[in-house]
Structure formats: C-alpha cells, structure tokens
C-alpha cells in the first residue's frame, strides 16, 4: 500500500476514484487529470481533409490542388533530369547494368516528356498560386469588389474578371456568386410553400396577400392559385 500511494497519492482514499471523476478533484490522481485534458492526437485530424468528402472552404481546395501540382512538376523535374545519364549509361550497355535497352528507352521518355512538359508544369503552378492568391484576398481578406482586388493584387481588372470567372467555375468560391463586379452572397431561393403573393380578386376586385400555393379572398371567398396570381 505505501508504494502504491506513492505513485498515485490518495487514489486509495476512494474506492471510485478511477470509475468516474470526482467533484473535488483532489480526490483522484493529478496523472489521471493530465491524462484526461490531453486530447488524442486523432482528434485534430479532418475526415474530409483526409478522405475528400464533405465540405470545404474555398481555400483549403485550391491548397489542395496547388500542393498535388507542385508534387507533380517537382517529380517530372527529377525524372528530367535523371533521364539524361539513364540515356548515356543505357546507349553504352556496360556489363553491370541489367536491361540497357529498358534504360535507354526510359531515359528518352523521361528527357522527352520532361523537357516539353516540365515548362508547362511550371507555368500552370503559378498561374494557380495566382489563383490561390486571389482566393485568399476574397476569403480571409474579405475582398469583395472587383477595384479592390485589382488594387490589392496589382492586377488590370480585366485579369480580376478572368481570375474570378476561373475561381467559380472550379468551385474556389463556393458561397458566393459574382453580380457585376462584386461577389455576393447567393440569394436563398424561398419555398413556394413560404412565399407571399399580392393579388386582385378576379371576381370582387378587393386587394389581398396570402402566403403559400393557394389563397382565399376574404371578402367574396374565392379562391386564388399561385400560377393565377400576380407578384
């Protein structure tokens, strides 16, 4: 009993202290306190980061999309460059070197693909950290207007516009809608069983508001559709 109060003391003053936590918490373990505020590692993770699935912002995608492009033209980059000494070692066939032809032909595929596509890569990547730059301007930022993006980035605003058309049409901004030269958000689009209609009476002529698909005059007790009535 004493070696035990000393790794744990006074978690024998009470038979419950490890079943549930105490009201006093002088009454159960200091470690088991710790151990109860530490959260698990796990718990900070974001399923649909991970897996692809749920909702995400704007600027958590185009990081996504921006970091795969950067792997992919980092990886044809060193392809590139290793296809230069696969050719000359595949071309010379010495005796250590296993399936020279394959060699050979890897190193002009590599060498090949990377010199004509390496460039291209390059380019895309910044015109999408542009894109990203944009995005983060309208969302942390909280730009809204095409003047003041175009200041803020020292672009013309004709390149805002196109930035911005390309942000919406691959879902970079997905809660806001462009109206001219500002973003907005979209206008909830009311259910027909929660919109308000004013009409006319067609056989009394009395004026008169009513809410949903179908309403009664109050005066004559006709009644009136929604595909009848005048907004």
């Not at 003391?9 to 419950?16: M, N, Q, V």
């Not at 009201?23 to 306190?33: E, G, K, M, V, W």
């Not at 010379?92 to 010199?115: N, Y």
């Not at 919406?168 to 259910?191: C, H, I, S």
């Amino acid at each position: 009993m004493l070696w035990r109060n000393r790794i744990f003391p006074g978690s024998f003053r009470h038979p419950a202290a490890f079943a549930a936590p105490a009201a006093n918490p002088l009454t159960f373990p200091r470690s088991y306190a710790i151990l109860k505020k530490r959260k698990p590692p796990y718990a900070f993770l974001d399923a649909g980061a991970v897996f692809g699935d749920g909702d995400r912002s704007g600027m958590e995608k185009i990081k996504t999309s921006l970091r795969v492009q950067f792997a992919f033209a980092l990886a044809w980059s060193v392809l590139m460059a290793v296809g230069v000494p696969m050719i000359v070692f595949g071309a010379a066939a010495p005796d250590w070197l296993p399936l020279p032809t394959l060699f050979l032909v890897l190193g002009i595929v590599f060498s090949g693909g990377g010199f004509y596509g390496v460039p291209l890569l390059w380019i895309s990547y910044g015109a999408k950290r542009e894109l990203c730059g944009l995005v983060y301007a309208v969302e942390v930022l909280g730009l809204r207007d095409v003047a003041s993006l175009s200041s803020h980035l020292r672009k013309t605003e004709e390149e805002v516009r196109a930035k911005l058309d390309v942000c919406l049409a691959k879902g970079y901004l997905p809660a806001l809608v462009r109206r001219g030269d500002r973003l907005e958000d979209p206008t909830p689009v009311p259910k027909p069983e929660e919109e308000w209609h004013d009409v006319i009476c067609s056989r009394c002529g009395a004026h008169y508001t009513y809410q949903g698909t179908r309403g009664v005059c109050p005066y004559c007790g006709v009644a009136d559709h929604t595909e009848q009535a005048g907004h």
